[in-house]
């Protein structure tokens, strides 16, 4: 990566990332003949290489791809096989489509264990190890809390219903079989949405999908998770954090390389009432949206990784999360407090402010 991440100590419990699955034998064989006729249409003539970039609306947010191509068609194909993946992805995980396996696991794992693919058994494990590292601070189970607020349409839950809900918020209830790849719901009106960390792992996977069909340079973003593999013409990629009040204003630009990046932040989806902004991070401690800070940016190897630890800051606070970040080797963060601060990791933070630590005897 692009960073300097000095010499952390490790963790006492590392984050152990699950691979994604890798393609099957037929998908790659359609994109490789894909591939195979945009060559033969575009001719024999080498071209010389060029940026290509694409953006559509998928899984409820923007889907972002560009990649440098030395062939447009090769390219464009390319980007047609990342749209499919992420239209794949959101048709198995999302909780809007009825259809969907985890749609089917809201609605009957309650009354009896729901079998279902591989693919999101492994996503389900690694949430709840991400709930075990972070004390519950990460909960896919707040859904059972989550459902009842509506940011569109203002609505909120009362505290009564709040309260109500909470007991089936809790990531210990949620039970999976590793042997019969089932999962199970340990009480009724439990709930769960991968939405935390099924956007980063559909990054990852259509970063893997490109770098299976020999792409070195490409950025590939859904929503506030991303992931770039290679670097933009010889420099870094550039990328901006906005100001939580002010889409227009960066408040920092990170120079990076073959890096993760996700950024969660109380303005994307959220409508303020009473003086109160009510968001979609929920905390899975009190059914109420979470503010201890205003956007929390984490990088990371991994879309899967960022994406589920930039939730943890909003509920642990930002000085908590800087402790558990500055021990993992390879990720580092940056935070914005409700009072306006900017706070680094120690990977990020500029000569000045590390020069202010005080030295070992």
Not at 9 to 29: D, G, T
Not at 158 to 178: F, M, S
Not at 216 to 224: E, I, N, P, R
Request: contains cysteine.
């Amino acid at each position: 990566m692009h960073r300097n991440f000095g010499t952390l100590a490790p963790m006492p419990q590392q984050l152990s990332f699950v691979a994604p699955p890798p393609l099957s034998a037929a998908a790659r064989a359609w994109l490789l003949g894909g591939m195979a006729a945009a060559l033969l249409a575009a001719g024999a003539t080498p071209a010389r290489a060029e940026w290509l970039a694409r953006d559509e609306a998928i899984m409820g947010t923007r889907i972002s791809v560009q990649l440098r191509a030395d062939d447009a068609a090769k390219g464009s194909a390319a980007i047609d096989a990342v749209m499919a993946e992420m239209r794949r992805i959101d048709a198995l995980m999302s909780h809007y489509k009825p259809e969907s396996e985890l749609s089917q696991i809201n609605l009957h794992a309650a009354e009896a264990p729901v079998a279902v693919d591989r693919e999101l058994f492994d996503l389900l494990k690694l949430s709840l190890h991400f709930s075990e590292i972070t004390d519950g601070a990460f909960d896919i189970t707040y859904a059972g809390v989550g459902h009842l607020y509506d940011y569109r349409r203002h609505i909120r839950p009362t505290e009564a219903q709040i309260q109500a809900a909470l007991p089936t918020v809790n990531w210990r209830n949620l039970i999976l079989d590793p042997d019969k790849l089932t999962v199970k719901f340990a009480m009724p009106g439990m709930r769960i949405d991968v939405g935390g960390i099924g956007k980063g792992y559909a990054v990852d996977r259509c970063i893997g999908i490109l770098q299976a069909l020999g792409f070195a340079h490409a950025l590939v973003s859904a929503g506030g998770d991303s992931r770039m593999i290679g670097d933009h013409d010889g420099r870094p990629w550039v990328v901006g954090i906005r100001h939580p009040d002010d889409a227009y204003k960066i408040v920092t630009r990170l120079p990076l390389v073959d890096t993760a990046m996700s950024t969660s932040g109380d303005y994307y989806r959220f409508f303020d009432e009473g003086g109160v902004r009510y968001h979609h991070i929920i905390d899975p401690h009190t059914g109420h949206s979470a503010s201890r800070v205003r956007s929390a940016t984490i990088l990371g190897p991994t879309a899967t990784e960022t994406d589920g630890l930039s939730k943890t800051a909003f509920v642990l606070g930002a000085e908590r999360t800087l402790e558990i970040i500055n021990r993992m080797p390879k990720f580092d963060a940056i935070f914005i407090t409700p009072d306006g601060r900017v706070l680094y990791s120690r990977g990020l933070e500029p000569p000045a402010e590390r020069s202010k630590e005080p030295k070992s005897p």
